[in-house]
């Protein structure tokens, strides 16, 4: 298993996550970066548009097909867009001649890329803004469990849509009771997008795998959300944001991340830590601080973790805990059998 710091060969990482989008389900996405690979010393030479190492964490394959994504969203790659199901196309393995369409939707992909090649080279130096609300779903079994007002915090928080959590879909069967009241909603990212223009959404429909319809109906739901209900996603670092937060007496704190742990380095890691460990040190029954993630498991990529920590005063706070785990969209929710009251509603009624 590669480390999020390992420097990796581009082919290497890029069929890392080929391999990931066929086994999650999404052969058009993971045609993408096959068609990429096959060309990256090939007629057209896709290795002078793109590095030829990468830091495997920062998830280069999900930019390129983000990119590609975009050109076909914005009209800029009419032949890849034709293939593309959440624009209407089909996918090349549900067409009447499987080889062929895929063939053709290879030679559309490397052309978008070279005639597009500055917008790409751009697109792959930032960071991915997935901003999968699938994930909210955990989100809401945490925040189940919490009485009284919350305070709903995010880093990483792209366009703030799980910022809206309580008003998105969940799993009732999953929830430990009815959402808490959110009196406060704000989130930080070095590059937020707006939910609420169209560059906003067109971008955050490009993270979306172009095979993956149901996350691209869900994506549509929480743009309504978002249009409804407002959210502060403030341009900051991680760990800049996590150091000026404070707690307010009569009110839960909530601090959410999910899949961005990754993307961070570990200094960003570590000052991150101490600011939360700060205001758990500051943490009382009056004033509980919780710390709530979705990220990968060690040493298992294809699996993430619902993990909590909370700190209300009392001995034993701030043990991390277990809540749920499932795949990286949020789908396929186990709950682990864990402490399923980790300090929640009985101690902010």
Known sequence: ???????VPLESQLDWQERYCRAAGSPTSAEILRAVIDDLDGPRALASVLPTHTRFGDLIGLRIMA???????????????????????VAPSRGTNPDRATSEFHEAVVEAITVNAEMVATAITEVPQTNEVGRSRLLRIA????????????????????LRADHLPGEPTLESGPMPRVIERRGCDLNPIDP????????LTSYVWMDDI??????????????????????????GFVSGLELNAGSTTVLWHSSMWGYLPESTRAR????????????SSESPLWHVAWEPIADDRDRHELTVQVWNGTPGSGVARTL??????????TLTGGDSDPGGRQASE
């Open 214 to 239: 149901d996350r691209f109906e869900r994506l549509r739901g929480a743009l309504r959300v978002a249009a409804e209900i407002p959210a502060s996603v403030v341009t900051q670092d991680a760990a």
């Open 272 to 283: 991150i830590h101490e600011g939360i460990e700060r205001l758990g040190g500051a943490a």
């Open 196 to 203: 609420t223009t169209t560059p906003g959404r067109a971008r």
């Open 143 to 162: 925040l189940s469990m919490i009485g009284g007002d919350v305070r709903l915090f995010e880093f990483g928080a792209s366009a703030g849509l799980n």
């Open 324 to 333: 749920a785990t499932g795949t990286t969209h949020g789908g396929q929710i």
């Open 67 to 89: 990119a590609v994504h975009l050109l076909a969203i914005e009209r800029l790659a009419p032949s890849v867009a034709i293939f593309a199901p959440t624009l209407g196309g």
């Open 1 to 7: 298993m590669m480390r999020d710091d390992e420097v």
